[in-house]
């Protein structure tokens, strides 16, 4: 029995352990971890120049390249859809309300190993509380 809820993708509406159909945004690369859509690793891994104003810079692959890079991806292994909660990094609370602050008010009530996590509102506001002046300022 599963212990979590699951939910189908909301981009390509597969289910959790299936393969996403190509082209959607919550892909996964294998090779960089980042979005597949987005990141540069099949220009890396077939050696496409796509500095400004080659031909791939403005239009991207040619069908022959996409399916190269289709098997370069499936010989990798495409990583199926898991929905994966985001999580407070100090109090652990997931899908918790997102927010925006500047970085120079990040990096100056946030501690540095917190800096790289999320963290929900509330904590971000005990941590302006326990540093009024800057964690740099503690006493």
Not at 60 to 78: F, H, P, S
Not at 115 to 120: G, I, N, S, T, V
């Amino acid at each position: 029995m599963k212990k979590w809820k699951s939910w189908d993708c909301h981009d390509c509406g597969v289910k959790e352990g299936e393969l996403h159909k190509l082209g959607c945004d919550m892909e996964t690369c294998p090779f960089c971890g980042q979005q597949l859509i987005s990141c540069d690793c099949c220009y890396k891994k077939l050696d496409i120049d796509v500095s400004e104003g080659t031909w791939a810079y403005s239009h991207g692959l040619t069908k022959i390249q996409e399916a190269l890079w289709l098997e370069i991806l499936d010989y990798k292994g495409r990583i199926p859809y898991l929905l994966i909660p985001y999580k407070c990094g100090l109090c652990g609370e997931q899908w918790s309300k997102m927010f925006t602050v500047s970085d120079k008010d990040w990096s100056k009530y946030v501690i540095p190993q917190l800096q790289h996590e999320l963290l929900c509102y509330e904590c971000y506001n005990e941590l302006k509380h326990l540093f009024p002046n800057g964690w740099r300022y503690a006493k």
